[in-house]
T-cell receptor
Framework: GNSVTQMEGPVTLSEEAFLTINCTYT??????LFWYVQYPGEGLQLLLK?????DKGSNKGFEATYRKETTSFHLEKGSVQVSDSAVYFC?????????FGTGTSLTVIP | NAGVTQTPKFQVLKTGQSMTLQCAQD?????MSWYRQDPGMGLRLIHY???????DQGEVPNGYNVSRSTTEDFPLRLLSAAPSQTSVYFC??????????????FGDGTRLSIL
């Protein structure tokens, strides 16, 4: 079946550190892949997406590349800020159903 | 610029009570869905709809009913609340575009506690 596996959190980084949050997936066919961010007390917001293999999604300094050979979609940012503190979800959209990972909580300290 | 609006934001119920969580979107999106978010479980799809009059089950549909009489509204009904349904519920919508690769727009959630 379809599923998404994210690295366990929580993750705590100092400001300006490099961020990687791992995401791997299992899917049939050719899914689209997404990263969503959730700030406290709010719903999820789309951060970036990629719809086919080798596509790179990017937004607000975050990047992720759709790797079909390794079934991965890791989220990266070169220099995190305190304002990036949130929960990040990797998601898979193979059709009329979407599958989310369990979320990774990120705290950035000054 | 409302987007997806969920009401209520908070609700406490007793076991066996019924209630309806409301969801409305003003973006003319065809696709609407309901998720529940539980600690360590991520978001799990309850029900979804690809248009007015069309609904289908997701991963965890038991104990919940939905209907889609208009494009804008997609209410979620709990017929007989159980403590296991204590969760945060999110409604989301998206356009279908060329397929199902469009991002979803989420409401702010409803925190539901069943005593």
């Amino acid at each position: 079946g379809n599923s998404v596996t994210q690295m366990e959190g929580p993750v705590t980084l100092s400001e300006e550190a490099f961020l990687t949050i791992n995401c791997t997936y299992t899917a049939t066919g050719y899914p689209s892949l997404f990263w969503y961010v959730q700030y406290p007390g709010e719903g999820l917001q789309l951060l970036l997406k990629a719809t086919k293999a080798d596509d790179k999604g990017s937004n607000k300094g975050f990047e992720a590349t759709y790797r079909k050979e390794t079934t991965s979609f890791h989220l990266e940012k070169g220099s995190v800020q305190v304002s990036d503190s949130a929960v990040y979800f990797c998601a898979l959209g193979p059709g009329n159903q979407f599958y989310f990972g369990t979320g990774t909580s990120l705290t950035v300290i000054p | 610029n409302a987007g997806v609006t969920q009401t209520p934001k908070f609700q406490v119920l007793k076991t066996g009570q019924s209630m309806t969580l409301q969801c409305a979107q003003d973006m003319n999106h065809e696709y609407m869905s309901w998720y529940r978010q539980d600690p360590g479980m991520g978001l799990r799809l309850i029900h979804y709809s690809v248009g007015a009059g069309i609904t289908d089950q997701g991963e965890v549909p038991n104990g919940y009913n939905v209907s889609r009489s208009t494009t804008e509204d997609f209410p979620l009904r709990l017929l007989s609340a159980a403590p296991s349904q204590t969760s945060v519920y999110f409604c989301a919508s998206s356009s279908l575009g060329t397929g199902f690769d469009q991002p979803q727009h989420f409401g702010d959630g409803t925190r539901l506690s069943i005593l």
